[in-house]
């Protein structure tokens, strides 16, 4: 079971981000886009994640511990920070111009398409660039 529940969530969530079109970029873009050809379809994919999302972080806080691991893995820093603030800018401007964001791009992969792949092999670089540039996080 070790394997088989992230192995199971993993495909659970690629295939969602596939029926719901978050792994097209266009789509995404025409999301981002209020005030021009504005297409709000992807709103009940966003709050169907956030209101799953509340209830499964809610239920589990009753719990003492997950039903498939020894415990909880809950976030150790709390500050809202510069490196914070401005790892969300870049993140945000990154979607917006690209029209993908990490999990969606790595879904994309298997699709051989030279953008997805060079945006990934740029995501990937970035993230190794900023650990070593700026450091790893340090917990508070």
């Given at each position: 079971?070790?394997?088989?529940?992230?192995?199971?969530?993993?495909?659970?969530?690629?295939?969602?981000?596939?029926?719901?079109?978050?792994?097209d970029p266009q789509?995404?873009?025409g999301f981002l886009?209020?005030?021009?050809?504005?297409?709000?379809?992807?709103?009940?994919?966003?709050?169907?994640?956030?209101?799953?999302?509340?209830?499964?972080?809610?239920?589990?806080?009753?719990?003492?511990?997950?039903?498939?691991?020894?415990?909880?893995?809950?976030?150790?820093?709390?500050?809202?920070?510069?490196?914070?603030?401005?790892?969300?800018?870049?993140?945000?401007?990154?979607?917006?111009?690209?029209?993908?964001?990490?999990?969606?791009?790595?879904?994309?992969?298997?699709?051989?398409?030279?953008?997805?792949?060079?945006?990934?092999?740029?995501?990937?670089?970035?993230?190794?660039?900023?650990?070593?540039?700026?450091?790893?996080?340090?917990?508070?």
């Open positions: 079971m070790k394997h088989v529940i992230p192995f199971l969530s993993g495909l659970l969530f690629g295939l969602g981000l596939l029926l719901s079109g978050m792994n789509k995404v873009r886009d209020i005030f021009g050809n504005w297409q709000p379809e992807l709103i009940a994919v966003m709050g169907g994640a956030v209101v799953t999302f509340f209830i499964v972080f809610q239920v589990s806080k009753t719990r003492a511990r997950p039903l498939f691991a020894p415990s909880f893995h809950l976030p150790s820093l709390q500050a809202i920070d510069f490196r914070l603030m401005s790892g969300a800018i870049m993140f945000g401007a990154g979607w917006g111009l690209v029209g993908l964001c990490p999990g969606p791009a790595l879904v994309d992969i298997l699709s051989g398409n030279e953008s997805v792949l060079i945006f990934v092999g740029a995501l990937i670089a970035g993230n190794r660039l900023a650990h070593y540039v700026v450091g790893p996080v340090k917990s508070s």
